[in-house]
C-alpha cells in the first residue's frame, strides 16, 4: 500500500481510476482536483520519460502542499492556481491544446473538512466560510445572513435533499432578526431545533452540504468543467469523475449519456433527422464503486462513484 500513503488524504477509487485513465504512459493529462496530490502522484509514478501532467487547484494551502510532496516531479509536472471551469484557459495558456486523459474527483478533500478555520464541517464551532479558493467574496456567512428564506429553502431542498428544508429556514430567518448568525456552532443549534428528537444522522450534514454547494457554485462549475474537458481531449483520451453524493453523479451520467448516444431523433421517425453522431463511448456502463478492502480503511469511500468517458 505504499502508493497510498498520503498525509493530506488517501485517494478515493485510486487503482480503479489510474487503470483506467492512463492510456498512453508518454501522452499528456490533467488532474482538475489536485488536492493532497495524492491522485497526481499516482499519475506521475506510471508516466514514462515524455508524459506530462497539469494539476489544478484553487485552494493556496493544497497547492502548497503538492508543490513539496511532488517537487521531485518538476521535470514533468505543471500545477495552475485556477477553478477547474476554467480548463480551456488553462491548457491555452500554457499551450497545450489536446491531452490523453482528465481527472476530476469532486469530493472536498478531508483536509479542508477537518480544518476548523474554513468552517466546512459542523463538529467544529468557527466562523461561516466554506470558500474553497479564500479570493472569493461570498461565504457561508453571507447566504445564512442575507438570502431569504424562499431561496434558503430552495438550496437546502434542491442541494441538500433536506425535508425540514422549510422550518429549517424559518427558523434561521427568525434567529437572524435578533442577531447575525456567525459562527458554524450557531448554525448547528438552529437546525437541531428544526429536526426531531432522537434523529440517527447529524441534522446539520444536509444543510452544511447545501450551503457548501452554493457557496462554491459546484454544481454549475462541474457541468461547466465536464464539457469543456471533454473538448480537451485527443481522440481515444478519457475522462475520469468521482463523485460523491447523487446531485453531481446525476449530471455527469446525464453528459455521459448525452455524449455517447448519435441521433436524438423521436423513435417514430423511420430515418434520422438530426444528424446527430455520438462524440464519446462509455467506458463505464455502471459507475465502479469501492472496493470491500478499500471500504475497511477509508470511511470517505462509500458513497464514491467513478465514471469513465473516452472521446470518439
Not at 429556514?169 to 438552529?190: F, P
Not at 444543510?207 to 481522440?235: C, G, H, P, W
Request: proline share 3%; glycine share 6%.
Amino acid at each position: 500500500m505504499k502508493e497510498l500513503e498520503n498525509e493530506y488524504h488517501i485517494p478515493v477509487l485510486y487503482y480503479e481510476t489510474l487503470d483506467n485513465l492512463i492510456v498512453n504512459r508518454n501522452g499528456i493529462y490533467v488532474d482538475c482536483t489536485l488536492g493532497g496530490g495524492g491522485h497526481s502522484e499516482g499519475i506521475l509514478q506510471r508516466l514514462d520519460k515524455d508524459g506530462r501532467l497539469i494539476s489544478i487547484d484553487q485552494d493556496d494551502e493544497a497547492i502548497k502542499f503538492a508543490e513539496k510532496r511532488l517537487q521531485k516531479y518538476s521535470d514533468k509536472w505543471k500545477v495552475m492556481k485556477s477553478n477547474f471551469e476554467n480548463i480551456d484557459v488553462v491548457l491555452y495558456s500554457i499551450g497545450v491544446e489536446k491531452v490523453d486523459g482528465i481527472l476530476m474527483d469532486i469530493g472536498v478533500s478531508s483536509t479542508q473538512l477537518d480544518d476548523p478555520e474554513r468552517g466546512f464541517s459542523y463538529r467544529y464551532d468557527a466562523k461561516l466560510d466554506m470558500r474553497m479558493n479564500r479570493e472569493q467574496k461570498i461565504t457561508a456567512y453571507d447566504i445564512v445572513n442575507e438570502y431569504s428564506e424562499e431561496k434558503l429553502r430552495e438550496i437546502f431542498f434542491e442541494y441538500g435533499e433536506e425535508k425540514f428544508a422549510k422550518k429549517i429556514a424559518w427558523n434561521i430567518v427568525k434567529k437572524r432578526e435578533e442577531k447575525k448568525i456567525e459562527t458554524t456552532g450557531e448554525l448547528v443549534e438552529i437546525i437541531k431545533k428544526s429536526y426531531p428528537p432522537k434523529s440517527q444522522k447529524h441534522p446539520a450534514k444536509k444543510v452544511f452540504q447545501a450551503i457548501r454547494i452554493e457557496v462554491n457554485r459546484e454544481l454549475e462549475v462541474l457541468e461547466k468543467a465536464i464539457k469543456k474537458s471533454f473538448d480537451s481531449l485527443k481522440s481515444g483520451g478519457r475522462l475520469a469523475i468521482i463523485t460523491f453524493h447523487s446531485l453531481e453523479d446525476r449530471i455527469v451520467k446525464n453528459i455521459f449519456r448525452e455524449l455517447s448516444i448519435g441521433c436524438k431523433c423521436p423513435k417514430e421517425l423511420p430515418i434520422c433527422m438530426c444528424n446527430e453522431v455520438a462524440r464519446g463511448k462509455l467506458i463505464t456502463k455502471k459507475p465502479i464503486v469501492s472496493s470491500e478492502e478499500e471500504l475497511k480503511f477509508n470511511n470517505r469511500a462509500h458513497s464514491a462513484k467513478l465514471r469513465i468517458i473516452e472521446k470518439i
